[in-house]
């Protein structure tokens, strides 16, 4: 999949960051979600490359990049720890401004990034979120139930690690499974991929240790830039399915002005895998909204 992308390898000091790059235009990184890999972008990256140049990377802990073990504070696994690899990736590029297209766990990286790194961020497209924090504050049990992962993971070792490596593939098809479409929005060597990545060694852990940190030191860091009254300066434009969970428990918009100077955004006719459910729809949201 994504053959006509060439694959790169990029080093930021022990950890290496896989993924593919190609197309033509100003430079558009995207980043995914969980339990997935770039390969979410498979439908979506052909309608954007006559546009731009795609830089699709596998966070850490996924995919085919690197998986490092995670110290007692979970930093290793932070978004702003993230945020650095994907700068790191870009500039390995060339790239020292760009815009982002991101979903789900790598749209909470993109967040940090823009905040972290205001210059280098042009402006984001981010699919089915709202702020963490704000997720973290304001859950009920409806998206208790939804998300019932975001609180198995977070529990101390090695009880989440062991529940996923007794069946990575399963554990795989049960998260994505389970929401509005159940599989039948995953093409068969897309899923393939996933559940080759999930079973890589270190991988439960990995998981595990990016929603530790979600539940930690990421809302540390969220908390300070609330304290100080940092806001992302740059156009934010939010999509989400209306058929997903964050849309029904979340009044996104409202969350995400509450962290961002310009944002715009609506709800689109599918669930939460948006690159994979709608991907004509993102990919006319995605011309429109970054310049090329």
Partial sequence: MLNSFTPFEVLRGPVRLH???????????????????????????????????LVMM??????????????????????????????????????DRFGVLAHDRGARVAHRLAADHAGAVDRMLLLDIAPTLAMYRDTSEAFARAYWHWFLLIQPPPLP????????????????????????????????????????EGTAHAICEDYRA?????????????????LLTQPLQVLWGEHGAVGRCFDVLSLW???????SGRALPC??????????????????????
């Fill in 19 to 53: 993924g593919r790059i190609g197309g033509r235009g100003a430079p558009l990184l995207l980043l995914h979600g969980h339990p997935q890999t770039h390969v979410i972008w498979h439908r979506l990256a052909p309608m954007l490359a006559q546009r731009f140049t």
């Fill in 58 to 95: 596998d966070l850490r802990g996924y995919g085919d990049s690197s998986r490092p073990v995670a110290g007692a504070d979970h930093a290793a696994y932070s978004k702003r720890e993230m945020a650095l690899d994907a700068l790191a990736v870009m500039k390995h590029h060339g790239f």
């Fill in 257 to 263: 002005r509450e962290r961002a100077l310009d944002v």
């Fill in 161 to 200: 690690e062991a529940l996923i490596e007794s069946g990575p593939a399963r554990y795989v098809r049960s998260v994505i499974g389970s929401r509005h479409a159940g599989l039948a929005p995953f093409a068969a060597e897309a899923l393939a991929e996933y559940e080759r990545c999930a079973a890589i």
């Fill in 214 to 230: 979600s539940a930690s030191i990421d809302l540390e860091h969220d908390r300070a830039d609330i304290a100080a009254g940092r």
């Fill in 271 to 292: 669930g939460h895998y948006l690159p994979e459910e709608a991907p004509q729809a993102i990919a006319d949201a995605a011309l429109a909204f970054f310049p090329n």
